[in-house]
């Protein structure tokens, strides 16, 4: 299994994120198109010593839901939410409370981050 798990709709991001993360940190990247792609290769084998980017607006649900479900089927690794629209973010962790070990990334963002 990968060491780090990118979801995201945009074919770009995905792109961007998976050849910075070998490019620059010489880790293992596995892209998908949406949650329900890799929830249905995984089920429910998701290894907690996995680092998890997802976008937080994506169609089918967003990245806090996604997450939510994730840490109820017992992943307690490390996630970080990467959007254009931190608020969003913000304010569904005060709404839903925050989800551990989760951090939040704004896009657009550089190779320094």
């Not at 980017?53 to 996630?79: H, I, Q, S, V």
């Amino acid at each position: 299994m990968p060491e780090v798990i990118i979801i995201d709709d945009d074919p770009l991001y995905r792109e961007v994120i998976s050849n910075s993360i070998r490019f620059y940190h010489d880790k293992e990247t596995e892209t998908y198109e949406n949650p329900a792609e890799f929830l249905e290769k995984y089920r429910d084998n998701i290894e907690g010593d996995k680092l998890i980017l997802t976008d937080m607006m994506m169609p089918e649900m967003t990245g806090t839901e996604f997450l939510r479900m994730l840490r109820n089927k017992g992943f307690d690794g490390y996630a970080c939410i990467v959007t254009g629209t931190p608020e969003e973010v913000e304010r569904d962790f005060q709404y839903n409370g925050a989800i551990p070990n989760t951090d939040v990334l704004k896009k657009p963002f550089n190779k320094n981050i």
